[in-house]
C-alpha cells in the first residue's frame, strides 16, 4: 500500500528553521514526483515546492518561498525533504506532500495535481 508519512512540523519563531519529511513506502520513489503543498485555515492549498522523480534534475518553487526554501530527495532513504528557512507568520499552515507517477513538477504544483497524499504536518511560525 502506498503511503507518505511527514513530519518535522512544530512551533518556531520568525526567522527560524525546519526541516520537514515525507517518508513513502509501497511504491519505487525514483518513478514519483513529489511536492509539498500547505494550506492555511480559510485558504486554498498552495503547492510549496515540487521535484522531478527520478534523479529530482528538475524542481518548482511557489515565489512565496523562493530563495527559503529547498526541497530535495532521497530515492535510497525513500524520503523527501523540505528545508525551511527565514520562516515567516505567513508560512503558518498544515503541510502535505503528495506524489505523482512521472508528474510535471510545475503543473504538479500549480494545479496541485497528485494521486497520493499524506496526512499533513502542522508548521506554526510565531512569536
Known amino acids: 500500500q502506498l503511503q507518505l508519512v511527514e513530519s518535522g512540523g512544530g512551533l518556531v519563531q520568525p526567522g527560524g528553521s525546519l526541516r520537514l519529511s515525507c517518508a513513502t513506502s509501497?511504491?519505487?520513489?525514483?518513478?514519483?514526483?513529489i511536492g509539498w503543498f500547505r494550506q492555511a485555515p480559510g485558504k486554498e492549498r498552495e503547492g510549496v515546492s515540487c521535484?522531478?522523480?527520478?534523479?529530482?534534475?528538475?524542481?518548482y518553487y511557489a515565489d512565496s518561498v523562493k530563495g527559503r526554501f529547498t526541497i530535495s530527495r532521497d530515492n535510497a532513504k525513500t524520503t523527501v525533504y523540505l528545508q525551511m528557512n527565514s520562516l515567516k507568520p505567513e508560512d503558518t499552515a498544515v503541510y502535505y506532500c503528495?506524489?505523482?507517477?512521472?508528474?510535471?513538477?510545475?503543473?504538479?504544483?500549480?494545479?496541485?495535481?497528485?494521486?497520493?497524499w499524506g496526512q499533513g504536518t502542522q508548521v506554526a511560525v510565531s512569536s
Open positions: 509501497g511504491f519505487t520513489l525514483d518513478y514519483y514526483a
Open positions: 503528495a506524489a505523482e507517477a512521472f508528474g510535471n513538477v510545475q503543473r504538479m504544483c500549480v494545479m496541485s495535481l497528485a494521486s497520493y
Open positions: 521535484i522531478k522523480h527520478d534523479d529530482g534534475g528538475s524542481t
